[in-house]
Every structure is written in structure tokens, then in C-alpha cells.
């Protein structure tokens, strides 16, 4: 009797080796433990009744110094033992666990790749929320403020006798 596949498609699936079950799954899960294919409903070595189930368990110890995971590598490894081998291979970093926050009043936002920016004023790195000027107490928008007499730091532009100033780019076009 053929356990892969169907009739048609013998290297298509395979049935599952769960004793009550025997479904015919066509994308079958294979134990790592036993080596035996299983259905969606018995892939986990507890569904199954694995026999190698515990062989398999990789564990780890994390660092509270760094937050560095540290794999064991004994079965019967003292936590404490592994922590004062990580130390001593010189590996542990407390710099590494503190990540930096965004320097705006109050704000405790992690920063990360994807929310920061760096203002171009005074070229602190703050988190998305506090990225205009006036959100992180800029002191380059605040002394062109003053120097402007309260005007805006990127730089006002007045109302000629009443007609609209023209955008940079078109008053930059010369005809030859």
C-alpha cells in the first residue's frame, strides 16, 4: 500500500502517520523529532505523541545586563554559570540593551530606523511626532525666530502692495 501521494500524483502529499487519522494532506508536515509526516492537526510533537520530543528543545538564558540570548548547551547547565561565562567572554554589552528615545520634553518613543528623523535646524534625532521645529524646542527655528522678529525660521516671505509673491522656482526663470 502506497503512504505518498494518490493515484495520479504518487509524489504529491503524503497521509498522516497519526494513528486515528490517516488524512491525506497534501502539504504534510515532517516531525524533526520522529521523522514521521503529519496533517495540519497533529504537526506539534504533543498532538502526535512524539517519543523525541524533548530531545529536540533548544533553550536559551537571557542576559539582564545586555538582553543578549545565550543558547545552553548542556541540558543540566546551571543559568547562573552560563550568565558569569557570557560576562567573562567579554561579549556582554549594557550598552547595547539601552536603546536611544527622542529628546523632545516628555517623550519616552524608542528610536528606531523607521521613526526618526533628523531636524535640520539643529540636527537632533527625534521620533516622527516631534519633527517640526516648534514640537521639539529647536534652537536654530528659535534664533531665526528672534533674528525675524517673530517671523517663522524658514524664512517669511511679505505681500508686495497687493500682489501674491511668485514660488521660487518661477521667479528663478530667466527667458533668454
Known amino acids: 500500500m502506497a503512504r505518498?501521494?494518490?493515484?495520479?500524483?504518487p509524489d504529491l502529499g503524503a497521509q498522516c502517520d497519526d494513528v486515528g487519522c490517516n488524512q491525506l494532506d497534501f502539504l504534510p508536515f515532517e516531525c524533526d523529532g520522529c521523522g514521521g509526516f503529519f496533517c495540519a492537526a497533529h504537526r506539534t510533537y504533543l498532538d502526535h505523541g512524539c517519543a523525541k520530543a524533548a530531545d529536540q528543545g533548544r533553550?536559551?538564558?537571557?542576559?539582564?545586563?545586555c538582553g543578549g540570548a545565550i543558547e545552553r548547551t548542556a541540558p543540566g547547565q546551571n543559568e547562573r554559570e552560563?550568565?558569569?561565562e557570557h560576562v567573562r567572554?567579554?561579549?556582554?554589552d549594557p550598552a547595547r540593551k539601552r536603546k536611544p528615545t527622542c529628546p523632545a520634553?516628555?517623550?519616552?518613543?524608542?528610536?528606531?530606523?523607521c521613526n526618526t528623523t533628523q531636524c535640520k535646524g539643529c540636527g537632533l534625532k527625534v521620533c516622527l511626532k516631534h519633527r517640526f521645529p516648534a514640537d521639539h524646542d529647536c534652537t536654530a527655528a528659535a534664533t531665526a525666530r528672534r533674528a525675524g522678529g517673530g517671523q517663522c525660521g524658514r524664512g517669511a516671505q511679505k505681500k508686495?502692495?497687493?500682489?501674491?509673491?511668485?514660488?521660487?522656482?518661477?521667479r528663478s526663470f530667466k527667458i533668454c
Do not use: N, Y
Open 4 to 9: 505518498r501521494g494518490t493515484e495520479f500524483f
Open 59 to 65: 533553550t536559551v538564558v537571557v542576559c539582564p545586563e
Open 82 to 84: 552560563i550568565l558569569d
Open 89 to 92: 567572554s567579554r561579549r556582554c
Open 160 to 170: 508686495e502692495s497687493g500682489r501674491r509673491p511668485l514660488a521660487v522656482s518661477i
Open 105 to 113: 520634553r516628555r517623550c519616552k518613543e524608542v528610536l528606531m530606523f
